[in-house]
């Protein structure tokens, strides 16, 4: 049936039973999937959203065609700095609560300070390393990997031009090559980010 309105049959090879049902799907509702999500919002409103926040941690895969499948696919090629981006096969929206949204909210509110749990000692210290630059980072999750797409809250920022064992005093996080291929932001509190979407390759 229909993916749409789930009461006529499938037009042909498509998902949907026609064009009007397909030009609704674009802007469906990630978890229903048969009224149209809230403006900027993922769901269509207060129901939906509830029952996806309960199940969290989750993950719903958005269909190819979708203007949010779009918007995620074009972020990822506009920071794409060298040669030509990889294949996209699936996409993802990750869904979490206000818990676990609570410490980003505070930390993004506030920019206080927390200790790091969970990082990488790298070039610039003990970190939670991320870039802008899609090239770089799908250079660490490779074809057969995945790669999230993140909100991050740099806070107070200082740019390098080469390594250091630390986040300076006074700063919140670390810039690097801001503008080329290499480019790398080091936030040093696993509360400075959450994931928003996750894109899998071939």
Known sequence: MCTYC?????????????????????????????????????????????????????????????????????????????????????????????????????????????????AAQGTFGKGVYTSSASSMSFGFCGAGGAMLLNKVVLGKSVQVSSGLSSCPAGYDSVVYDSQGASNETIVYSNDALRPVFMIMFQ
């Not at 040669?83 to 869904?95: E, H, L, N, R, S």
Request: glycine share 6%; hydrophobic share 30%; charged share 30%.
């Open 6 to 118: 789930h009461r006529r049959p499938k037009f042909s090879s498509k998902e949907q039973c026609g064009r009007t049902c397909a030009d609704k799907a674009k802007r469906a509702c990630l978890l229903c999937k048969t009224r149209p999500k809230n403006k900027k919002y993922h769901f269509c409103g207060k129901t939906c959203k509830n029952i996806a926040t309960k199940s969290t941690p989750l993950i719903l895969e958005i269909p190819k065609g979708h203007v949010t499948y779009d918007m995620v696919e074009n972020k990822f090629k506009g920071g794409w700095k060298v040669g030509t981006p990889p294949a996209i096969t699936k996409i993802f929206k990750v869904i979490e609560n206000d818990t676990f949204l609570k410490p980003y909210d505070a930390y993004r509110i506030l920019k206080t300070s927390y200790k790091v749990e969970v």
